[in-house]
């Protein structure tokens, strides 16, 4: 697995990686991640990935990373 590249983002680290025929995007916040593979030939190359990538796809990804650190915080609290 390879980078391709770097999403400049003020709050999560994004990162395009390439394994084989597929893409896998990964977005990190704090001790969370989210990963999405797209096959290369259904986005029509890394332009294509990176048009999907878009600021409402970050926005969507962002608020999945609230709701993914509000379910940590609630289980932390009942141990």
Same mark, same amino acid.
């Given at each position: 697995m390879r980078v391709l590249e770097i999403?400049?983002?003020?709050?999560?680290?994004?990162?395009?990686?390439?394994?084989?025929? %597929?893409?896998i995007v990964k977005f990190e916040a704090g001790p969370m991640e989210q990963a999405f593979k797209f096959k290369v030939e259904e986005v029509k190359g890394l332009d294509g990935l990176k048009a999907i990538v878009n600021a409402d796809?970050?926005? %969507?990804v962002r608020m999945r990373f609230n709701d993914m650190y509000l379910q940590m915080q609630s289980a932390s609290a009942n141990t």
């Open positions: 999403i400049p983002h003020p709050s999560i680290a994004i990162s395009i990686f390439q394994m084989n025929d %597929k893409y796809f970050i926005e %969507k």
